[in-house]
């Protein structure tokens, strides 16, 4: 008992950022994370900032999560955001093909403006929707399979692709160890101090 007490003590704050089109289920994948009850009815985000828990090795993390709104307007807000996150988790509905679209043709090239460059963040790759997919409704039309996500982490360069559901909970623990584990690997390639310097300057 006394063991598992300080090995659960390490462990820190990691910080995320969750992006994505809108409807995609961001807040939801953030809600279910801290094992909140989903909201009946739908209430579109501007900015918000939660935290959970999630244990890897043995230690105890707080993640803090971003969650941020997809219209184009605050751009500044998301700008925001991506500079305080170690690491950002990209959405798509696999119910929307029009979000799995706009992950290669909007959000990757903010990623790359605001995200890589000088400071290279890893990118956890997300569907969501999955308890969905294989339902047989006539709305769902031809909805994003798996070969195709993984296609589009190979794509944009992603760390990781983790396909989710915030109904049945699926993949979202995976999703929290993943940013996580991602973190901990980029503080350990800290740039040197003259990187530092440069880096600093160059904001
Ligand atoms: N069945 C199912 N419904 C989901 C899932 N994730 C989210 N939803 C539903 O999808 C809708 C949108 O979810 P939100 O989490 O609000 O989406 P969002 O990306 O935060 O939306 P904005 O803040 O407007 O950008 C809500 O009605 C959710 O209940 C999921 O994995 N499965
Ligand atoms: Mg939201």
């Known amino acids: 008992m006394m063991m598992e007490l300080k ?15 809108e409807m995609v289920g ?8 801290m094992k909140e009850k989903l909201p009946d009815n739908h209430v579109s985000t501007v900015f918000d900032n939660f935290a959970g828990i999630q244990l890897v090795a043995g230690n105890k ?15 500044e807000l998301r700008i925001f955001t991506y500079k305080e996150s170690e690491v950002i988790v990209v959405c798509y509905s696999v119910l929307d093909r029009d979000s799995y679209s706009s992950v290669r043709e909007y959000w990757f090239h903010e990623i790359l403006k605001y995200v890589r460059g000088s400071h290279k963040k890893p990118v956890i790759l997300v569907a969501t929707h999955t308890d969905q997919r294989n339902k047989s409704d006539p709305n769902v039309d031809n909805p994003v399979s798996t070969s195709e996500g993984e296609q589009l982490a190979k794509d944009i360069g992603a760390e990781k692709f983790i396909e989710c559901s915030a109904v049945t909970r699926k993949g979202v623990s995976e999703i ?5 584990m991602c973190a901990m690997k980029q503080r350990k390639k800290k740039p040197n101090f003259l990187k530092q310097i ?4 160059a904001e």
């Open 26 to 33: 961001k807040t939801s994948l953030a809600l279910t994370f």
């Open 61 to 75: 993390y707080t993640v803090s999560m971003f969650d941020t709104t997809s219209q184009q307007d605050y751009e």
């Open 198 to 201: 440069f880096s600093k300057l």
């Open 176 to 180: 929290f160890e993943n940013v996580i």
């Open 7 to 21: 090995a659960q003590s390490k462990g820190g704050i990691v910080t995320c950022a969750i992006i994505g089109d």
